[in-house]
Nanobody, 114 residues
Framework: QVQLVESGGGLVQPGGSLRLSCAAS????????MGWYRQAPGKKREWVAD???????NYADSVKGRFTISRDNAKDTVFLQMNSLQPEDTAVYSCSAVTNVRYWGQGTQVTVSS
């Protein structure tokens, strides 16, 4: 079992930055990969980025060059540094962890607005 708790969301102006955190508890050693997804109002959930246990990262084209995912294994935490935020980045951001099943956090709201 893995429990995930996100934090760091909020309201930011266009062009601003936010850093999301996802703290994992439970069987962190069994996690193969962790990632971030987002869901905007009225839209389907979409994949944003992920990072493997070995540190390989992957990004959606819409965030490549602006977002950075990283992982602190000592603290069982994954981060998403989001720069140059735009209104279209507004969504609920959820953390996900994959063992032999996929776990989800509760999500954190990110709103980009002037």
């Amino acid at each position: 079992q893995v429990q995930l708790v996100e934090s760091g969301g909020g309201l930011v102006q266009p062009g601003g930055s936010l850093r999301l955190s996802c703290a994992a508890s439970g069987s962190f050693f069994s996690i193969n990969a962790m990632g971030w997804y987002r869901q905007a109002p009225g839209k389907k959930r979409e994949w944003v980025a992920d990072i493997t246990r070995g540190g390989t990262t992957n990004y959606a084209d819409s965030v490549k060059g602006r977002f950075t995912i990283s992982r602190d294994n000592a603290k069982d935490t994954v981060f998403l540094q989001m720069n140059s935020l735009q209104p279209e980045d507004t969504a609920v951001y959820s953390c996900s962890a994959v063992t032999n099943v996929r776990y989800w956090g509760q999500g954190t709201q990110v709103t980009v607005s002037s």
